[in-house]
């Protein structure tokens, strides 16, 4: 019954620095792209709860937490095939929700929240229930989103494993339809970046975390001891690698398919662990603790971002900025009864989710300061000024 309790806690505590940090955040352009921007299934979900609950950041970001609750739910339920005590599944699930990559896609509105719910839907059904509601889901991933072309790949892989040929016709056909939908961009002179992916994969798991994700995949193809998530994870790894050697990719398409590589990973590391005598524990436990350290670190980091900004000689250098001040200038810009500017395209549109729109009346100059014009805008954190425009008003006869 107590591990039930720890598991409401963890879910409950990430639930509510997840919303703290939604009021916390402003759109952003990416994000103001997306809802503007051309159909999506997210577009849709985003507009559905904008319609219910009003235009505001909660309603806006609420679809993201749901999917990671649930995503939550999921892989707890995944991982009690693979770990056999109630207190190794809320280990993973704490490093889950503590882990970078998570983190960002349950609060920031991309596909990235909505792929790992998607996956770890699929490798459920696949598991735990009849699957006969496999392909119904596989043909609606096929227009919900491109990113799922890479899950139909790795299932052709996953196909002639396991010998089953409708399973592999028809992930042939999803992913030849997925490519002829959404393509795949290969723009631009080859160029590597092989590097600059691992540093990402780094950044998004912590360092350790992905070199032991990666060692796992590894040792598990010379073992045999692979399954779907393993074919999943490695084969989307692999090419995710292969891609960074000619092309830049989007990170962001790639890791949520690490990110249900964890059940194999925490299997491993608890089953190496408790094989040993406690003598011989100890590199296990100091290897988990650093990685613990390192992620409640990064999730402090996150929690009191707007800090850092003290530190910093340029505001741009700070990792949310981009997430930053529309919120708070389009408040101000209201406050002077300023309810339409013309300023440059990305915080033109970032302000019209606030009820700013374009006109010509006003114009908005970010960083222009003009010392005799009382219609000067600052955005400052903790003291720190972070943002300064003047707001020049046009006479139009």
Known sequence: MRYRYIFFLILGIDALVLLFETSELSISYHEASMLYGGFSFLQTVEKIFIFLFGQNDFAFRLPMIIFHILSFVLLYNISKKYLKYDRDRLWLMLVFVLLPGVTSSAILVDSAGFVIFGLLLFIYLYKKVSQIYIYPLLSFYIIADGIFSYLFFSLVFFSLYIKDRYFLLFNIGAFMISMYLYGINTQGLPQGHFLDVIGLYCAIFTPIIFIYIFYILYRRYLTKEIDVLWFISSVTLV???????????????????????????????????????????????????????????????????????????????????????????????????????????????????????????????????????TNNVTISYNNKLVYAASVTKINIK
């Open 239 to 373: 090419l995710s690698l292969l891609l960074s050697f000619r092309q830049r990719i989007y990170i962001e398409h790639f890791a949520p398919y690490l990110i249900v590589a964890l059940p194999l990973a925490a299997q491993t590391f608890a089953t190496s662990y408790r094989v040993r005598l406690k003598i011989f524990r100890t590199k296990y436990k100091a290897a988990f603790m650093i990685s613990l350290v390192f992620l409640l670190f990064n999730s402090f980091l996150v929690l009191f971002n707007k800090y850092i900004y003290l530190v910093l000689d340029k505001p741009q250098k700070h990792f949310a900025y981009k997430m930053h001040i529309a919120k708070e200038l389009a408040h101000e810009l209201k406050r002077r009864d300023i309810n339409c500017v013309k300023t440059d395209d990305s915080m033109q549109q970032r302000l019209k989710f606030y009820d700013i729109t374009k006109c010509k009346n006003y114009i908005l100059k970010e960083n222009y300061i003009n010392k005799n014009n």
